[in-house]
């Protein structure tokens, strides 16, 4: 089903949490000329966002919310940077606002939208686009799309489903695909036509919390929350997908990330309190990943050099250890080698 999508676009992961891991991109530190690769999490219960140096695996900054005039329950939600480190993004659930910040951490923009969620940048156009959190409990068909350089001029389109939550870019920047919480339906979005095709999933319901694409483009991993299955797209020639496996991983799968090659996804099952990885060749779990330090997964990333998987936590299992954040790492080349970045 094609149908056109009144959208321009510019030049250019439900329950309640406590925390949520964002992507991560190097900055340029602002101490030396050196580039740093930093992780920006943010703690959706204490209104802030932990900045990690993942050389020494060290926090090396908190930014405070209510220091800027928000709220305590401000909720932040999902955080991501630009790839050269200049700015990065954050939305608040509670605020119905999304922030953008500078390098140096100052605020510097934002835009409002209702109860905005998962963020996705166009890799190669300075557009950002927003969906809606699972908190918002009826929130309107549509999501947002923001010029990078300019928050305030959003727009919203219609996806023409309920709840739409996923949200995933493909790395050329020709597919936005999207996905909803309440039905088994996901759009594709050309870019460059305008236009739209949606797809529905047969069976029960899964409950679509997030979307990831492959390195290459060719394949779109979606999570099913109640069916516990990752669901494996084969992406077409115009950008169509194809739903050709569902392999079984934990309870409450939450926010897949692809390994630099591709060959893998780490899956965070958020009511199993373990970590799957999935043979993208295979399409099979490998290893189920455990450790005491789990306490309801939630998000997922990468080291740059894909050494280190940083995994969130919803729910503070170990406070002692874990302080605030809740951010374990691990070396995702073994099943159980975790070491805490707090």
């Known amino acids: 089903m094609n149908f056109p999508i009144a959208m321009r676009l510019l030049s250019v992961l439900f329950l309640t949490v ?62 991501i940077a630009e790839p050269d480190g200049s700015a990065w993004y954050v939305s608040l659930i509670s605020e119905n606002t999304v922030l953008k910040f500078n390098a140096e951490n100052e605020l510097v923009d934002r835009a409002s939208m209702e109860a905005p969620g998962l963020l996705s940048l166009h890799p190669t156009e300075r557009t950002l686009f927003i969906a809606h959190s699972m908190m918002a409990v009826n929130p309107p068909q549509r999501i947002g799309i923001a010029p990078r350089d300019d928050l305030g001029a959003l727009e919203q389109v219609e996806v023409f489903f309920d709840r739409p939550h996923a949200i995933t870019v493909t790395p050329d920047g020709r597919y936005v695909y999207v996905g909803s919480l309440a039905t088994n339906q996901l759009i594709g979005v050309d870019a460059e036509s305008l236009r739209g095709d949606l797809l529905a999933l047969d069976g029960p319901p899964h409950v679509l919390v997030q979307l990831a694409t492959s390195p290459d483009g060719q394949q779109v991993a979606g ?120």
Not at 26 to 47: F, I, K, S, W
Request: proline share 4%; with cysteine; hydrophobic share 35%.
């Open 18 to 79: 406590t925390l949520f891991i964002l992507s991560a991109g190097p900055l340029l530190a602002q101490d030396t000329a050196e580039e740093r690769d930093l992780l920006y999490v943010a703690n959706q219960g204490e209104a802030s966002v932990a900045i990690i140096d993942m050389a020494s695996q060290e926090v090396i900054e908190t930014v405070d919310l209510t220091a800027l005039g928000f709220s305590a329950n401000a909720s932040p939600h999902h955080v």
């Open 223 to 342: 999570t099913g929350q109640l069916t516990g299955r990752l669901l494996l797209f084969d992406v077409g020639a115009e950008g169509q997908l194809t739903l050709t496996d569902q392999v079984a991983v934990g309870a409450q799968p939450w926010h897949p990330t692809y390994s630099p090659d591709g060959s893998r996804i780490y899956v965070p099952n958020k009511q199993a309190n373990t970590v799957s990885v999935v043979d993208t060749e295979q399409r099979t779990v490998t290893h189920t990943i455990e450790h005491d330090a789990f306490a309801e997964p939630h998000g997922t990333a990468l080291s740059a050099d894909g050494r280190y998987l940083y995994v969130s936590r919803s729910r503070n299992r170990m406070a002692r250890r874990s302080r605030q954040m809740g951010v374990t790492c691990m070396s995702p080349t073994t099943t159980g080698a975790v070491r805490w970045t707090t």
